[in-house]
């Protein structure tokens, strides 16, 4: 990592939080943020945003002209509202259209699109450029910011993972516990085996399993890690110079 640009961002780190589908990305990003006054940019509701919007347009997984067409004329911003991320789409709150079952498993097809990553990384490099930043999602570490300062991998297993998204989900789908671990497996082959920006741990990133860990206990892994790094960065510039040779 580039220590002087990181040194010189205006809001503070950038923190990237990696992982598979159900290992509580989201849950565990808002929280950190709310912690540290920083901003949860969820990188993997604007990849479900996209899919219903093709879904809505009838445009095909494997139709790439299509699909860069669509994101051309798709608006997807992400909106705090009542200490809750609101997703908009061309203005609509699809907040909770974009988490069924069928948009889940169409966001898996459309995410690995070069036409739509391309089209979202540009965004979320906007997004967060400026730093004060917790994305969340696939490749943020490895493809989206990977001078990140701070890197985590958070994952659990398949089936603590399908457990905890059937209950997410059995509020208000038909869904059983079997369908849903299956569907976590499903997801988890193809964002490993995509070609463009497949789901991997980057090399400096911390790993934290939470099957058996509390929500409170990765918090606090979480924190006193980007505490560290706060603290190493104030260590090691003053006034903009460096002056130890990290």
Same mark, same amino acid.
């Given at each position: ?53 093709? @879904? ?24 705090? @509202? ?36 391309? @089209? ?127």
């Amino acid at each position: 990592m580039n220590e002087s640009s990181a040194a010189g961002r205006k809001n503070g780190l950038i923190i990237a939080i990696d992982g598979p589908s159900g290992a509580g990305k989201s849950t565990i990003t808002k929280l950190l943020a709310e912690r540290l006054g920083y901003i949860h940019i969820d990188t993997g509701a604007m990849f479900r945003a996209i899919a219903l919007s093709a @879904s809505r347009n009838g445009v095909e997984a494997d139709d790439d002209r299509g699909l860069e067409e669509l994101c051309r004329s798709t608006d997807v911003v992400l909106k705090r @509202s009542n200490g809750c991320c609101m997703v908009l789409l061309n203005g609509e709150d699809v907040s909770h259209a974009i988490r069924t079952p069928e948009i889940s498993a169409l966001t898996s097809k459309i995410s690995a699109r070069k036409p739509v990553r391309e @089209s979202l990384l540009k965004l979320q490099r906007r997004m967060g450029e400026q730093g004060g930043v917790i994305l969340e999602g696939r490749d943020i570490g490895t493809v989206v910011f990977p001078d990140a300062e701070v890197k985590f991998f958070l994952s659990a297993t398949a089936e603590e993972r399908g457990r905890r998204r059937y209950l997410e989900l059995a509020a208000r789908e038909q869904v059983t516990l079997e369908q849903t671990i299956a569907a976590v497996i499903s997801r988890d082959e193809n964002d490993e085996k995509r070609e463009h920006a497949p789901l991997r741990c980057a090399n400096d990133a911390v790993i934290i399993d939470s099957t058996r860990l509390s929500i409170e206990e990765v918090l606090e892994s979480m924190e006193k890690k980007v505490r560290e790094r706060v603290s190493e960065q104030q260590t090691c510039f003053t006034d903009g110079r460096e002056i130890c040779g990290k």
